[in-house]
T-cell receptor
Framework: GENVEQHPSTLSVQEGDSAVIKCTYS??????FPWYKQELGKGPQLIIDIRSNVGEKKDQRIAVTLNKTAKHFSLHITETQPEDSAVYFCAARLTGTASKLTFGTGTRLQVTL | GAVVSQHPSWVICKSGTSVKIECRSLDFQATTMFWYRQFPKQSLMLMAT?????????EQGVEKDKFLINHASLTLSTLTVTSAHPEDSSFYIC?????????????FGPGTRLTVL
C-alpha cells in the first residue's frame, strides 16, 4: 500500500514569513495529492490539491508543487498570518483504490507575532 | 457547496454502552463515505469505507462487529460503536466523496469526540 511521510512535525514561523511543509510518497501509481488544514477540535478542511499531471498549483498565498520523479510534494504558504496556525496534513491517493486517502503524520504550524 | 455534517459533536458514555454517530452530506449525494479515527496529536486513520446500499469495507485491524456502519441513503452514513470501552475514546471523523469530481475529492465533517468512561 501507499506510505506518506511528512516533515517537519512542528514548524514555527514569524508572521509574514513563508512556511514550507514537505511530503514524500512511496507508490508511483498515486495520482492525487490533497492538503488539509485542521484546527483544534475540528475536522480537516481541504485547502489545495494537485493532480499527477500538474507540477505546480497556486491559490493566493498557498501553493503546492509536485515532483513525480522524486515522489514528493510540498505545501508553500507565503505571508503567513496568525490564523494560518493549525495542523496541516498531506495525503495521497492511489489510482483505482476507491478514493482511499493515505495521510501524512501532520505538521503543527505556529505563526507568531 | 460540499458540506458534511456530523452529529453529535461530542458524546460521553459509560463503558459497555453503544453510541451512534451520524454523518450527512448536506448539499450533495454521496455514494461513498469514509470513517476515520484520530487519536490526540496523531494523523487520521481510515477505519472503513461506507458504500450506499452495500456492506462497508473495513481496514485491516478494524473489528466490523464492534464498529457497525450503515449507509442506507445517499446522504447519510452512521457509525455505531458497540460495547464501547475507554480505549475507544477518540475523535471520529467522516468524509464524503464528491461524485462529480473526476479525482474523487473528499470533504470532511467536523468530527465527533467520543469519551468512554
Amino acid at each position: 500500500g501507499e506510505n506518506v511521510e511528512q516533515h517537519p512535525s512542528t514548524l514555527s514561523v514569524q508572521e509574514g514569513d513563508s512556511a514550507v511543509i514537505k511530503c514524500t510518497y512511496s507508490d508511483s501509481a498515486s495520482n492525487y495529492f490533497p492538503w488539509y488544514k485542521q484546527e483544534l477540535g475540528k475536522g480537516p478542511q481541504l485547502i489545495i490539491d494537485i493532480r499527477s499531471n500538474v507540477g505546480e498549483k497556486k491559490d493566493q498565498r498557498i501553493a503546492v508543487t509536485l515532483n513525480k520523479t522524486a515522489k514528493h510534494f510540498s505545501l508553500h504558504i507565503t505571508e503567513t498570518q496568525p490564523e494560518d496556525s493549525a495542523v496541516y496534513f498531506c495525503a495521497a491517493r492511489l489510482t483505482g483504490t476507491a478514493s482511499k486517502l493515505t495521510f501524512g503524520t501532520g505538521t503543527r504550524l505556529q505563526v507568531t507575532l | 457547496g460540499a458540506v458534511v455534517s456530523q452529529h453529535p459533536s461530542w458524546v460521553i458514555c459509560k463503558s459497555g454502552t453503544s453510541v451512534k454517530i451520524e454523518c450527512r452530506s448536506l448539499d450533495f449525494q454521496a455514494t461513498t463515505m469514509f470513517w476515520y479515527r484520530q487519536f490526540p496529536k496523531q494523523s487520521l486513520m481510515l477505519m472503513a469505507t461506507s458504500n450506499e446500499g452495500s456492506k462497508a469495507t473495513y481496514e485491516q485491524g478494524v473489528e466490523k462487529d464492534k464498529f457497525l456502519i450503515n449507509h442506507a441513503s445517499l446522504t447519510l452514513s452512521t457509525l455505531t460503536v458497540t460495547s464501547a470501552h475507554p480505549e475507544d475514546s477518540s475523535f471520529y471523523i467522516c468524509s464524503a466523496r464528491l461524485p462529480s469530481s473526476s479525482y474523487n475529492e473528499q470533504f470532511f465533517g467536523p468530527g465527533t469526540r467520543l469519551t468512554v468512561l
